[in-house]
């Protein structure tokens, strides 16, 4: 039998101490050139434009009207405001939330009860992972992730509400499809939620036609901030696909240039469900234990409790569309919207249960409260991490990495982080609007192929060369149309002729040496003081990928030294990418190095990372120092790194014996990994296998 219940009157927020709280993390946010892909949306805002699919209008416009209001600041730091806004007013609506559904479920609670309850949603949702590590980045998730607040307030409304509530899910509908212009994942998160709370309110929502009918009319009225997509296009704005067509605006909207991202990689479905379960445990922290007791066993509430809490699991549904990759914060934040609805949800049902237990005080209520804001384990230790985007080291290198290319160069770039720095300082800056920037990956978009018509070289069709792939051959087709015309500036290593007279400048070779600024001179110490500098003081950024970002520029200009026989230079790169290890285990390297006497061994990656860590740079030396003939030099670097517990390291050392016909020891090192690695599978264990001729 249901208990009585009043009435809910208003519902107090979080008291103003939680936003001082907050207040400065926005300081922290992203004023320059930062990792992945954020500088191409900093682009768009600035130029009404669209990045990559789905475009994300509504950033961009949000974006550029933050610049025009705030009159401070770099114009970057402006649209990272949205971001940190956005948090911060999501973890706000979620505390709103989570005191509606306390004062349902304890009717009769003591009054100060729902601000408590508020205010500890409000922290729990912000030190949340896939929350607290978009709190200071140039990203579409903090915007994103306030609208789905909003639309999950509205549904714990329509929940909690006394009569149909059909307005409630009507704003709830229209949300989801405004969030189709912000992050499509979002808006399935939102409509999801949206369809489970409309079956479990069958009874309450008659008749049906009507019902459907509202929440379709609101859907569809959510769909207009879509429009700013082929409009812009159609005036002749940056947009990364065709957008004036029916065709092409479908394509866009749904990604089909990132379709082969999506699923469970070699029929791995198990793990892709475990990984992104993980995440959501750490992420929903105490409060999933409130989550399962209200899916269990749910009280007589009066109201659909147990529904709310599997619309709460069906918002996180969406993010299994990709593998999980804790490291890459974009993948963790697609687990945003299912991370909070659930804390909303768990924190009102847990304090239910403590508040209905006879035994227990409202002391003891209020101590499991503060026990719950402060369970969010894997934040803590990275929090600082998370929140400082800013990073000098990081806005040098993109500086000196737009300088250095001559004047009229062809510019061919690969890294995301290299890219968007190039398109966010052309786009806001007006910087070297003399290049033509191609971006590789980008290389079979006739886009992009139209926005090199302005160099005089190119007149916006595509050009296609040789290559096993349409990839390669456009861009060799780009190189070759340059060569001999303009000097041509490339950081891959693998687009420039093997015939070609390749010189080194910073992580780029650079043909047509003539053409060099004359600050080339001075460049060997800069560009390694910008890397030791980086490394050594840090931010290190979130899970290091500032610090990738350097050590994968170090990495670059060491290959190319090599290859021009500087190999002693390359060391010292290589060095000032380790500059954070302790001198002692910098100490039994050679001071210099001889020429390269025999072709490097293939090189063992780690999978799980992204561009380079610590322990690959060093492997990267190994394989320089078994190139110049310092084998036993090489052996021992990497058996004090297997002594450390890098297993791959033990990998490497036998495939340098394989290429030093060391067949022994090679199998000695290979059967010592597969030993450390209880037998689990390893593709580059398995080559290494085939190279000798062994078999299983």
């Not at 399962?292 to 007589?300: G, S």
């Not at 978009?445 to 050009?463: K, N, Y």
């Not at 021992?636 to 791959?648: N, T, W």
């Not at 020891?665 to 290494?688: K, M, T």
Request: one cysteine or more.
């Amino acid at each position: 039998m249901s208990e009585p219940v009043r009435p809910p009157g208003r519902i107090p927020g979080p008291r103003p101490w939680l936003f001082v709280l907050g207040a400065p993390l926005p300081f922290f946010a992203s004023s320059g050139p930062n990792v992945f892909d954020t500088g191409e949306l900093a682009a768009a805002a600035w130029q009404l434009g669209a990045g990559h699919p789905p475009g994300q209008p509504l950033h961009a416009f949000g974006g550029h009207v933050a610049v025009l209001l705030l009159p401070i600041g770099p114009i970057p730091w402006r649209i990272a405001l949205l971001g940190s806004a956005g948090v911060l007013l999501a973890a706000w609506l979620a505390a709103r939330a989570a005191a509606r559904l306390h004062e349902r479920l304890v009717p009769h609670g003591p009054a100060p009860s729902s601000t408590l309850v508020g205010e500890m949603t409000f922290l729990a949702v912000l030190l949340a992972e896939p929350v607290v590590r978009q709190v200071a980045r140039l990203e579409v998730y903090g915007p994103a992730l306030a609208l789905f607040a909003v639309a999950w307030l509205a549904i714990v409304r329509h929940a909690t509400a006394h009569d149909a509530a059909r307005s409630s899910l009507r704003i709830a509908a229209w949300l989801a499809a405004m969030l189709l212009a912000l992050h499509p994942v979002y808006a399935l998160g939102a409509g999801l939620a949206v369809l489970v709370m409309l079956a479990a309110s069958a009874s309450r929502l008659r008749p049906w036609p009507r019902t459907l009918r509202t929440l379709a009319l609101a859907a569809f009225a959510g769909l207009p901030p879509l429009l700013y997509l082929p409009v812009r296009g159609a005036a002749g704005a940056p947009t990364w696909g065709e957008t004036t067509t029916p065709a092409g605006l479908w394509n866009y909207l749904r990604g089909a240039a990132y379709a082969h991202n999506l699923g469970p990689r070699d029929g791995a479905l198990s793990e892709m469900l475990g990984g992104h379960a993980a995440v959501w445990l750490v992420g929903t922290g105490v409060a999933c234990v409130g989550l399962l007791a209200a899916l269990v066993r749910a009280p007589p509430t009066g109201f659909p409790l147990r529904a709310v809490t599997i619309a709460a699991l069906a918002a996180a549904l969406p993010a299994l569309l990709q593998p999980p990759e804790p490291r890459n914060p974009d993948n963790v934040a697609w687990l945003g919207p299912g991370v909070l609805a659930a804390i909303v949800v768990g924190v009102a049902a847990l304090t239910a249960i403590v508040s209905r237990a006879k035994s227990a005080s409202y002391v003891v209520a209020a101590t499991i409260l503060v026990l719950l804001a402060a369970s969010q384990p894997a934040s803590w230790p990275r929090l600082a991490s998370f929140v400082r985007a800013d990073a000098p080291a990081l806005e040098r290198l993109a500086a000196r990495a737009l300088d250095v290319p001559p004047p009229r160069a062809l510019v061919v770039v690969e890294t995301d982080f290299v890219a968007a720095s190039w398109m966010m300082a052309r786009a806001i800056e007006g910087a070297r609007p003399d290049v033509a920037l191609f971006v590789r990956g980008l290389a079979t978009s006739s886009w992009h192929w139209r926005s090199l018509a302005a160099h005089p070289l190119f007149d916006g069709r595509p050009v296609r060369g040789s290559g096993n792939d349409a990839r390669t051959a456009f861009v060799d087709g780009a190189v070759r149309r340059a060569l001999g015309r303009v000097a041509v500036a490339v950081e891959p290593l693998d687009v420039l002729p093997v015939d070609a007279p390749e010189a080194v400048a910073g992580f780029y070779g650079v043909v047509d040496v003539r053409a060099l600024p004359s600050p080339t001179a001075r460049q060997p110490r800069d560009w390694d003081d910008i890397v030791r500098a980086g490394i050594g003081t840090g931010p290190h950024g979130d899970h290091e990928a500032v610090a990738a970002v350097l050590r994968h520029a170090a990495v670059l200009r060491a290959r190319r030294l090599a290859r021009r026989g500087r190999t002693t230079e390359a060391l010292g790169t290589l060095r000032a990418a380790l500059s954070d290890l302790p001198e002692s285990e910098l100490a039994g390297w050679p001071v210099r190095l001889g020429p390269v006497v025999r072709a490097p061994a293939p090189r063992v990656d780690d999978d799980r990372t992204v561009l380079e860590s610590r322990e690959e740079v060093e492997r990267e030396v190994a394989l320089l120092l078994h190139a110049c003939g310092e084998e036993q030099a090489a052996y021992r670097l990497l058996e004090a790194r297997a002594a450390r517990g890098d297993s791959l390291a033990l990998l490497q050392i036998g495939w340098i014996a394989w290429a030093s016909a060391d067949r022994d020891r090679a199998r000695a090192a290979l059967f010592a990994f597969e030993q450390r690695r209880d037998g689990r599978p390893s593709p580059q264990a398995e080559a290494l296998r085939a190279a000798l001729g062994d078999s299983r």
